[in-house]
Nanobody, 113 residues
Framework: QLVESGGGLVQPGGSLTLSCVLN????????MNWYRQAPGKERELVAH???????SYSDLVKGRFTISRDNFKKTIHLQMDSLRPDDTAVYYC?????????WGQGTQVTVSS
């Protein structure tokens, strides 16, 4: 089970940090992702973290968002800086397991003045 936290309302240019805890499993061996879905749009991949520590980002967030993981606490974070109104979305933590994909419940991020 994935449990997310950290969403909220922030002004443009502000920052938020999202967190996602994996309640069971060998977290350190898993790829982990953050996705987001804005109203009326498809869910899109925002950031990826591999077990070896490599990361990748959507071009839309590169340079503004940072994904990081704490294997001891089985937690993955998404540090979001320089937020823009078009970052407004529900953000989901994702654990891909081959043919099965585990999702968190989602956390709302709203960027507005």
């Amino acid at each position: 089970q994935l449990v997310e936290s950290g969403g909220g309302l922030v002004q443009p240019g502000g920052s938020l940090t999202l967190s996602c805890v994996l309640n069971e499993g060998f977290f350190s061996t898993f790829n982990m992702n953050w996705y987001r879905q804005a109203p009326g749009k498809e869910r899109e991949l925002v950031a990826h973290s591999s077990p070896g520590g490599s990361t990748s980002y959507s071009d839309l967030v590169k340079g503004r968002f940072t994904i990081s993981r704490d294997n001891f606490k089985k937690t993955i974070h998404l540090q979001m800086d320089s937020l823009r109104p078009d970052d407004t979305a529900v953000y989901y933590c994702n654990l891909p397991l081959g043919s099965v994909s585990i999702w968190g419940q989602g956390t709302q991020v709203t960027v507005s003045s």
